[in-house]
């Protein structure tokens, strides 16, 4: 009922007005004529009219004028109360409504002024300028009271709908929060994945074009090799195939029964990597100092790809055949380095900042919250060093890709 009501009154604005101030009209004439009993009342009927009309048509211009219909109603109210009219609520109608109004629209130290300002001058006029002679508490008491209720009454409205403004743009805001750490996972999710696609097709084109180069090579000189590494390549394209087919699967619906549910790869997975690696011409020498730490899942798949991101350099850029990876685990770290003493032909120097291998595994080192350096070797070739924190402060994204 209340919000019916509600609703008619911000779609009717002027009837809503113009029905309070006929009502207020009658109310301000029928206060006239009350009075204390046995008291003598008031005989001016023409100049109480007049005032009851000012005072009600001025209630047109509450919405737009609040402060001068504040005025106009309260000298109205006073000339009442000099023509010697009993200050009730009937006579303070259009003054209470205007009070309430302003109220509602300003600023309650702006009310609070001319609360007081209409008070004063209710209660002066009524007391210097009394021809019936009412009770003092009729002259004082009662219109600051009455006065009160519409002022206090607007400023609970006023806080009201101010408190439910903020409610709604808190709302609002969550809202818009919500969609844009869903995008900005949506894009950190794209990020991983593109990273996991360079590493697994960058990784296996190089070892698969190596191993061709080599099976090239000894169909010339040693035939009886070929068919050998033409396994090794057959195994390497194969490798790539279910790797690019699990980190494709992270696209599926989650419950998707085709998707792939395969364990990442880790550190563990180093002797077939270099193995691999072995086939195409390059051997690798892997060393670990320190006690093996059990390696939270991001941080085992960072350090494996890594290692798998700068073999894959030293296979293309690095003109030699060997490469060294050194694991060194402290009490809260791991570090990772690999290096070649090759002379290196098309790796970028760090201070470039160029090159996606580069970025990427920096990106990936960032991600679970360590570092990255990778430079040329004082004594000729390039290294890759990495620190893993083995506990990462930040939330890891769960890996399904095998």
């Given at each position: 009922?209340h919000?019916?009501?509600q609703r008619?009154?911000?779609e009717?604005?002027r ?6 101030a006929?009502?207020l ?8 004529e ?5 008291g003598?009342g008031?005989?001016a ?5 007049a ?13 737009t004028?609040?402060?001068?219909v ?6 109205a109210?006073?000339g009442?109360a000099?023509?010697g009219c009993l200050?009730t ?5 259009p003054?209470?409504?205007a009070?309430y109004r302003?109220?509602?629209?300003t600023?309650r130290?702006t009310?609070?002024?001319?609360f007081?300002?209409?008070v004063?001058?209710l ?8 021809p019936?002679?009412h009770p003092w508490?009729?002259k004082?008491v009662?219109?600051?009271?009455w006065?009160l209720l ?5 400023n609970a409205l006023?806080l009201r709908?101010?408190y439910?403004e903020?409610v709604?743009a ?5 809202e818009r929060s919500r969609?844009?750490?869903a995008?900005h996972?949506?894009?950190e999710e794209?990020?991983?994945i593109?990273?996991?696609?360079h590493d ?9 074009h190596?191993?061709?180069g080599t099976a090239?090579?000894?169909?010339r000189t040693?035939?009886?090799h070929v ?5 090794e390549?057959a ?5 790539a195939?279910?790797e690019m087919?699990g980190?494709v699967g ?5 419950d ?6 395969a364990p990442?790869p880790g ?6 990597l270099t193995?691999a690696?072995a ?6 020498t892997?060393?670990t100092?320190g006690?093996?730490r059990p ?7 960072t350090a494996?790809?890594?290692v798998?991101?700068?073999l ?6 690095a003109t030699?055949?060997a490469a060294?990876?050194r694991?060194?685990?402290s009490?809260?770290?791991?570090t990772?380095?690999v290096?070649?003493d090759g ?6 120097a760090?201070?470039?900042g160029?090159?996606?291998g580069?970025?990427?595994m920096?990106e990936r ?5 360590g570092?990255l350096?990778?430079?040329h070797?004082v004594?000729?070739?390039f290294?890759v060093?990495?620190?893993?924190p083995?506990?990462?402060s ?8 095998p």
């Open positions: 009922m919000h019916s009501w008619y009154a911000d009717h604005i009837t809503v007005d113009t029905m309070s006929v009502l009209f009658a109310m301000f004439l029928f206060g006239s009350l009075n204390v009993p046995r003598p008031p005989d009927v023409a100049p109480t009219i005032l009851a009309t000012v005072s009600c048509a001025a209630l047109f211009w509450q919405r004028h609040p402060r001068a504040v005025a106009v109603t309260a000298v109210a006073a009442a000099a023509l200050l609520p009937l006579m303070l109608g003054l209470m409504l009070l302003l109220a509602v629209l600023r130290r009310a609070r002024r001319y007081l300002a209409s004063v001058l209660v002066t006029t009524a007391t210097l300028v009394d019936v002679h508490p009729f004082t009662g219109p600051a009271a006065l519409p002022v206090v009454a607007g006023r709908d101010a439910l903020a709604q808190r709302a609002e805001y969550a969609e844009e750490e995008r996972r949506v894009a794209r990020m991983r593109a990273r996991e696609l697994v097709v960058a990784h296996h084109l190089a070892l698969a190596a191993q061709a090239a090579h000894l169909a040693h035939p009886d068919q050998k590494i033409l396994t390549l195994g390497t394209t194969s490798s195939l279910r087919k980190t992270l696209l599926r619906r989650p998707d029964p085709g998707a792939p549910l990442s550190l563990a997975q180093l002797p077939e193995g690696f086939t195409a011409g390059l051997a690798v892997v060393t100092e006690e093996r390696l939270s899942a991001g941080v085992d798949l494996y790809r890594i798998q991101e700068a894959t350099n030293v296979s293309k850029h030699t055949g060294q990876v694991l060194r685990y009490h809260d770290r791991l990772v380095t290096s070649d002379a290196g032909t098309t790796v970028p760090p201070s470039t160029q090159g996606f580069l970025i990427g920096r080192a960032r991600s679970v919250g570092a350096r990778a430079g070797r004594g000729g070739g290294e060093t990495t620190e893993l083995l506990y990462p930040v939330l890891e994204p769960e890996e399904r890709t």
